[in-house]
């Protein structure tokens, strides 16, 4: 019997536009088995995957067990092996009881893996879904790998998956007083690279130590560019449940490090935002939300409190009219403006989310939404210039 994932969380569109929004011939790398698996006869090797990490619905996991490939770990990113742990929630390190192969988180304390997690193993294969925004914590795991690999000597295969928000780069340029988990290198927000591209970057601009020591191999996708639109087939986290999610969370995201609630524990998390204090004060908003305990979101924030705010859109062509490539900081804007106690209205995780201490204050004096894009316009441009030395695929126009 196979080993398949429990969960699965599957992306349906019955609008027509939509589904030809997407480009359905693209593929990620690891349907090209020809191109990885002769890599790994005869090899001790390590994964990092989660429930993302498929081919036709099959994890990477079971295609390697059923091709006789040596896996000797599974190493699992945040939201856990199978992408149901809240955000931030504490992994443990445990058994799979399909396989009684070892598990070890690289979430909490342990974010990168130790001498003793590596013993014997001559490959890691990296196979997780981004979303391709810098405070989506994979891209972080995979630096830290990347690191452990160099200093092990250990090759790192990365079987490479599109990038959802690959058609265009926006945001402020991560400074280093603001460099944390969910914010390691001087990149923009939205980065417009693949996880094989943004690695190849990381060793080709010496970001970490020892990168040039780093055996890194890259299997592309099939048919994917810059210009295209891909369709994640399953969800990567359990907040991204939908296409529309995506596309908003760059904007979005901003507010978890507010008192504002961005819609976990409800149908619709990342495409909506809102509070209890917004009722009866402000004419702004009418739209209502009741955060739940569920999956992923045990304990979301106003739990079983009416909510007021704004629904972004359903569906993911309503948040791409809307967002037209770029950050919308509008909708924080606007939610700072209707707040009544502004003091209270940032936490300590917003200049961590930012990647800088001055979004907060442009947001404090009233910007509009075009003057904070102009103060980081140069930065954007010069990053570009980077990237491009990078990317194996076509890029956007």
């Known amino acids: 019997m196979k080993y398949y994932l429990i969960l699965f969380l599957f992306f349906y569109s019955t609008n027509t536009f939509s589904q030809q929004l997407y480009d359905t011939s693209i593929r990620p790398a690891d349907y090209t088995t ?63 009881s399909q396989t009684h192969i070892p598990i070890i988180s690289l979430y909490g304390k342990h974010k990168k893996p130790l001498p003793d997690d590596l013993k014997d193993i001559d490959v890691l294969v990296y196979d997780l879904q981004d979303v391709g925004v810098r405070f989506y914590t994979y891209i972080s795991t995979l630096q830290y790998c990347m690191e452990a690999c160099a200093e092990n000597k250990i090759q790192l295969i990365i079987l490479d998956r599109p990038n959802p928000n690959g058609f265009y ?76 999610a995506i596309y908003a969370y760059p904007s979005l995201c901003f507010f978890e490090g507010t008192v504002i609630s961005v819609g976990r524990g409800t149908e619709y998390p990342f495409q909506q935002f809102g509070c209890p204090e917004f009722a009866g004060i402000t004419n702004d908003y009418s739209y209502k939300f009741t955060p739940k305990s569920n999956v992923g979101a045990k304990h979301p924030l106003y739990e079983n409190k009416d909510c007021v705010g704004e629904l972004i859109g359903i569906s993911e062509n309503d948040v791409l009219d809307k967002i037209n490539n770029h950050i919308d900081f509008t909708w924080l804007i606007n939610a700072y403006r209707c707040y009544p106690d502004k003091d209270k209205f940032f936490n300590n995780f917003f200049d961590k989310l930012s990647g800088n201490q001055t979004l907060k204050t442009y947001i404090k004096q009233g910007y509009s939404n075009q003057k904070i894009h102009e103060t980081y316009l140069k930065e954007i441009n010069n990053f570009a210039q980077i990237r491009k030395k990078y990317l194996l695929y076509e890029d956007f126009q």
């Open 34 to 96: 020809s191109a990885y698996l002769p890599l790994l006869k005869h090899k001790n090797v390590a994964l990092i995957i989660n429930q993302s990490s498929v081919i036709n619905k099959l994890n990477l996991l079971d295609l390697l067990i059923e091709n006789k490939i040596n896996i000797t770990k599974i190493f699992e990113p945040e939201h856990g092996f199978r992408g149901n742990e809240d955000a931030g929630a504490t992994l443990e390190n445990n058994i799979d």
């Open 169 to 244: 780069i926006d945001g402020p340029i991560l400074e280093k007083e603001s460099k944390s988990f969910v914010g390691m290198q001087p990149i923009p927000v939205v980065y417009g690279m693949t996880c094989g591209e943004y690695a190849q970057m990381l060793k080709g601009e010496n970001w970490f130590e020892h990168a040039q020591q780093l055996d890194l191999k890259v299997i592309l996708c099939t048919s994917y560019t810059h210009s295209k639109k891909y369709k994640l087939p399953i969800s990567p986290s359990p907040n991204l449940k939908t296409m529309a």
